[in-house]
Structures are given as structure tokens and as C-alpha cells.
Nanobody, 122 residues
């Protein structure tokens, strides 16, 4: 079993920054893909970024490219999402997820954290 615990959310003004953390425990993650997703009120959950645990290959949705950076600390079993130049449309609950190698879509990720709220004021 895998446990994921997010932290780092909060309220920030437009143009500000936040760093989300996802602490993972429960099993080895060497073959996993770690992802960040978000869900705004009244909207479907959407992909934000993902990274391979081994190799650190990353991929982003277009609207966050150049502003968000996903990274991982293998020694700490932690994945991060550094969010810069935040916009009001980034407001959502952000979820960390873990999936087997090749996972891309939300339904392919087997394990999910409880979510952390990010609110960006204009």
C-alpha cells in the first residue's frame, strides 16, 4: 500500500509563489510515475505535471509550462511542485498521485493524497 500526504497549499496573491510537497511512504517507488492534478470548483480534475521516479523525466500541461516545476527527492521519498507567477485560474485543490510506469491519465494513477487547497487572489 502507498500513502501520499500533501502539504504547502495556502492563499497567495496573483504573481506569488507556493511550493507543494508530497511525502510518499509504503513501498519502493523506483518504477513509479508521480503526478500532480488539480480540481477547481465545478470543474473536472485535470492533469498538471508528472515526473518519473527514476530518471526524473517531467511533463506539464501547457498552461503551467514555464511557471511550475515538478521535482523529486529520492532520499526523502518526496515530490515537489514549485509554482511561480500564480494566477487566479490556478485556484484549485491540488492532489498528488502515484501510478505505475507509463501512467499519464488520472484513471491510471492508483494512489492519491487527500489534497491541499491553493487559492490565488487577484
Amino acid at each position: 500500500q502507498v500513502q501520499l500526504v500533501e502539504s504547502g497549499g495556502g492563499l497567495v496573491q496573483a504573481g506569488g509563489s507556493l511550493r507543494l510537497s508530497c511525502a510518499a511512504s509504503g513501498r519502493a517507488f523506483s518504477t513509479y510515475v508521480m503526478g500532480w492534478f488539480r480540481q477547481a470548483p465545478g470543474k473536472e480534475r485535470e492533469f498538471v505535471a508528472r515526473i518519473t521516479w527514476t530518471g526524473g523525466w517531467s511533463y506539464y500541461r501547457d498552461s503551467v509550462k514555464g511557471r511550475f516545476t515538478i521535482s523529486r527527492d529520492v532520499a526523502k521519498n518526496t515530490v515537489y511542485l514549485q509554482m511561480n507567477n500564480l494566477k487566479p485560474e490556478d485556484t484549485a485543490i491540488y492532489y498528488c498521485a502515484a501510478g505505475s510506469a507509463g501512467s499519464s491519465y488520472s484513471h491510471e494513477f492508483h494512489y492519491w493524497g487527500q489534497g491541499t487547497q491553493v487559492t490565488v487572489s487577484s
